[in-house]
């Protein structure tokens, strides 16, 4: 099982990014997929989720309004694509396939936000 983010790094507040996870060694349609991030000092947290059937979405109050998430089972990849970053949005961001009870993770991309 392998989760592959990319699409991270450097932007200056009010920019834009578009993160990718894409997935292998597991029946991606079936897994709800999930960006959390983690920055320095802090807790991870849920930024978007979407489900594997419906393409359900939620959002963090965070994010809602500047953050999208979206999948493409026939590429096995989900997407966050990011608009109107802040510095607050400043972390590594992760990628999460869930079927329970199984849960697997990527190893992350750096999202830096700075001027």
């Known amino acids: 099982v392998q989760l592959v983010e990319s699409g991270g790094g450097l932007v200056q507040p009010g920019g834009s990014l578009r993160l990718s996870c894409a997935a292998s060694?597991?029946?991606?349609?079936?897994?709800?997929m999930s960006w959390y991030r983690q920055a320095p000092g802090k807790e991870r947290e849920l930024v978007a989720r979407i489900t594997s059937v419906g393409g359900n979405t939620n959002y963090a109050d965070s994010v809602k309004g500047r953050f999208t998430i979206s999948r493409d089972d026939a590429k096995n990849t989900v997407y966050l694509q990011m608009n109107s970053l802040k510095p607050e949005d400043t972390a590594v961001y992760l990628c999460?396939?869930?079927?329970?009870?199984?849960?697997?993770w990527g190893q992350g991309t750096q999202v830096t936000v700075s001027s």
């Open positions: 999460k396939a869930e079927a329970f009870p199984l849960a697997y």
């Open positions: 060694g597991f029946t991606f349609r079936r897994y709800h």
